[in-house]
């Protein structure tokens, strides 16, 4: 049975950072696609990241610059390192793994197989 189980979320002032953990059972992160996704209070859930196979980090232009994403393969563990939160961060952070994209990384989370429960990150300004 696959599981991701996310870490790491928690308050954070404005211009804070915070590292998110996914550490993932019965599934390899080096297989393919691993994403990073958010949903706002009130809003729909949308991507923020993602790591393909070989490396290769895609980022959504609103986190572009301040997230970047790593892997520990030994430890079959994502991260998602958050630099300069604002306030418009705050949401519920889902890490995903795809079973059908290895390279080009899916945007939306249809291409998602595979998702944690979620972890939350607030900020305050």
């Known amino acids: 049975q696959v599981q991701l189980m996310e870490s790491g979320g928690g308050s954070v002032q404005a211009g804070g950072s915070l590292r998110l953990s996914c550490t993932v059972v019965g599934y390899p992160i080096n297989r393919g696609c691993m994403g990073w996704f958010r949903q706002a209070p009130g809003k729909q859930r949308e991507w923020v990241a993602a790591?393909?196979?070989?490396?290769?980090?895609t980022y959504a232009s609103v986190v572009s610059g301040r997230f970047t994403t790593s892997k520990d393969n030994a430890k079959n563990t994502l991260y998602l390192q958050m630099d300069s939160l604002t306030p418009e961060d705050t949401a519920i952070y889902y890490c995903a793994a795809s079973a059908s994209h290895v390279t080009g990384c899916p945007k939306y989370e249809a291409g998602y197989t595979y998702w944690g429960q979620g972890t939350q990150v607030t900020v305050s300004s």
């Open positions: 790591r393909n196979n070989v490396g290769v980090d």
